[in-house]
């Protein structure tokens, strides 16, 4: 399948948008001089079975992750090693089976809009999220300082904010929501009434934003033009039994944050007038009296207030007074504002602030920047009133595209002496750390040291999975960590946990083949010598080369990483190794690293890469070797489907239709199974996402609608297919995974909470790997394994 990462699915709606990365430890520093028999993510292409010559195929699936030889005791330059042996065996009922606890981070697994600090000290968290900790909560939970505490079943919406009035109860604002009454939207407004929350009241239209007055009530701001029936519009109050109008004045747009406090009653947001009184995104009210404290420009957000300690007024939002690129926080002067020291910065332009919040006389300040003043952060920093901190690195951005993000640091409040932050990010400083994290004012802290007995996830995404017979499953992507190991990019999974290998890679991992260097009496590996201290070798095919000296192919020897013959000048999404021990690869590129032409397709001889003929035109997702030594090509082309007969490349069956994209292939009694983004063949015939190629036509698995299948795999008989697919159920949305058990398509017992990049069988369990951060029920994040019952 495609592995160039996020942003191949043009198409796809469903994810948010920006940077966030992963992570792993050493591995073989004195590798392995044999191993168990190949087994390789699935772009990497089959190794065809030695004894299998001209028979044509085993009865047994032959997938294009899978491999059975086995190899001899090996010794390495760190002692004695233990054999690698065959992988487990495919388990003997894949029908049924459910997700492992194992891979969990701690943390939440879903978006931390809101936070909110009891007066005992604990902290209330709220989001859109399932589960916190290793335990179900939905949307909101209690963190006590030790554990996380389910409230009840949770609220029934996602939440945006939290409030703890002067009488101690928590309240909770939805995001808005499509109400069916009105064909309108509407906030949801609750209350924590325990053991449930109640439903208090809705909005017409959408309220924004909570917060208490000095005397401890409530207050809700926002766009809406009714709260209860109460007529209350933008801002309201709640009097111990209902909402009621703050104030006649209202602005003519929404309101995004209330600052209330001994000074009076501060609003910011996206308005022009309060009333008749002209201010520019922030207005006061005092003494009963709404006062202008507006911007100098009528187009600015205020997103955040608070007050410094000598009681001046601070606003965060987007902004730029000075139109040089930074700003977006500033300080009321008692005439105007003043950019606070120095403002904050965006690669592009003034950063974002979503929150602020005032701890023993520092401001600390979240959003989206990566500078403050002079000073490098990520998206979060400390003024102490004559300078910035950057708070240990900030929240660093681990993937890129789609899935997990530091782009919304959402909220942030002070508790027992320290400042938690919550948002979506997967990282804190040097910290793995989901979704929320605390800053004791010297480093940053998880809330919940990791259990050393859980396996762990990576802090990212992962794109392609590898393994060789049991010597240890390989993962590749973009990330910073795997479980509690520094690793870059890519990680090996052994019996004793996550291990990186050597400095990992700077560049996002798209596809991986492990397998060994073939000697002249091996019937395996792949030709050449990669010098090291023998034993496995992982190449990992790359979606960039910033370093410019690695081609977008890399190659682990055991000790160092290096290029294989300069590599080519684009991606490279999928390798394969044929009966000899040639490498072939396939991408985006069109050259090699020389420069000479090579068609998305070309093949390493153990000295040289070489191009097969004229090549594809367009890019290849997917090149495997059916057990009968056919090399097959899937991907953007004419045709998407094509076969290379030594000498020229041939479109298989006439090809799908115009546009088509195969991602992934896979092969079984003869037949060839292919899957990605069609519904039918270039003569018209129903082919949608997955089909079966019989040597003389297509024929549809039944139907299996959807928008993308992105990988399949077989486990014993049943074929199990990733991607966006329509739910099997009949529901709304899609559904990320679903088997084939050659009748008929059916849901898993759960799945994992976005899409899913790679699939791959291993120590008898489906490894999945992908940018989400849960499977099932519990937390795993970016790669996760359903594990059969017996």
Known sequence: MDRSGPG??????????????????????????????????????????????????????????????????????????????????????????????????????????????????????????????????????????????????????????????????????????????????????????????????????????????????????????????????????????????????????SIEVILADATGLCVGGNFTMVGAVAANSVACRVGGVWESRGLPDPFFMVKALARDDGGALIAGGHFDFEEDGTGSIARWNGSGWDELGG????????????????????????????????????????????????????????????GLENVNVADAVAAD??????????????????????????????????????????????????????CGLYVGGQFASAGNVSARNIAQLTADGWEPLGDGLADPITTLLVTIARGPDASEGVLGDFGGPGGALVFAGLREDVSGDLGHLAVWNGASWASVGGGFDAAVNSLAVDAAGNLYAGGDFTALGDGSRASHVARWDGSSWAPLGDGLDGDVRVVAFAPDGTLYAGGYFTGALATWDGSSWNVVGGGLEENATVHDLSFRDGDVYLAGWFDATASGADARNVVRWDGTAFHELDVLDGIVVTDIEWVGDHLFVAGLVDRL??????????????????????????????????????????????????????????????
């Open 343 to 402: 403002g904050l910065r965006q690669p592009i332009g003034a950063g974002y602030v979503e929150t602020i919040v005032n701890v023993a006389g520092q401001l600390f300040v979240a959003g989206r920047f990566i500078r403050a003043g002079a000073v490098e952060t990520v998206d979060v920093a400390a003024w102490d009133g004559t300078s910035w901190s950057a708070l240990d690195g900030g929240l660093p951005k681990t993937t890129f595209g789609i």
């Open 729 to 790: 159920d009949g529901g709304f949305g899609s559904q990320i995974m679903a088997r084939w058990d050659g009748t008929a398509w059916s849901a898993l017992d759960g799945e994992p909470s976005d899409l899913v990049e790679d699939l791959l069988l291993y120590d008898g369990a489906l490894w999945v790997g992908g940018l989400f951060t849960g499977a099932g029920e519990h937390v795993s994040l970016g790669v996760a394994s359903y594990r059969f019952t017996p």
């Open 417 to 470: 002496g320290s400042v938690y932050f919550g948002g979506q990010f997967s990282r804190a400083g040097r910290v793995t750390a989901l979704g929320v994290a605390r800053w004791d004012g010297t480093m940053w802290r998880a809330l919940q040291e990791p259990d050393p007995s859980f396996i762990g996830g990576v802090n990212g995404a992962v794109y392609a999975l590898g393994a060789y017979g049991d």
């Open 8 to 253: 191949h699915y043009p198409f796809i709606m469903r994810f948010t948008s920006t940077p966030s990365s992963l992570p792993l430890a050493l591995l073989l520093a004195a590798a392995l001089s044999a191993c168990g028999g190949p087994s390789v993510d699935d772009d990497a292409g089959t190794i065809p079975h030695p004894d299998a010559g001209d028979a044509g195929v085993d009865a047994a699936p032959i997938d294009l992750d899978s491999g059975t030889d086995s190899g001899p005791p090996i010794e390495t330059d760190a002692g004695p090693m233990a054999a690698c042996g065959d992988d487990a065996p495919p388990p003997s009922d894949p029908s049924t089976g459910s997700w492992s606890a194992e891979h969990y981070l701690a943390g939440i697994n879903g978006p931390v809009n809101a936070l909110a600090r009891t007066a005992g000290g604990h902290v209330i968290i709220g989001g859109e999220f399932t589960v916190a900790g290793t335990d179900p909560a939905t949307n909101v939970v209690r963190w006590t300082g030790t554990a996380f505490e389910a409230m009840g079943d949770g609220t029934a919406h996602a939440l945006r904010d939290l409030a703890v009035d002067g009488s101690g109860a928590i309240w909770g604002l939805s995001f808005p929501i499509f109400d069916f009454t009105t064909g309108g939207q509407t906030s949801v407004i609750y209350r924590w009434d325990d053991p449930t929350w109640t439903e208090v009241d809705r909005t017409t239209e959408s309220a924004l934003t909570l917060a208490v007055d000095p005397e401890g009530a409530l207050l809700i701001g926002g766009a809406f033009t009714d709260v209860g029936g109460s007529g209350a519009s933008h801002l309201a109050r709640w009097n111990g039994a209902a909402f009621e109008a703050v104030s006649a004045e209202v602005p003519d747009g």
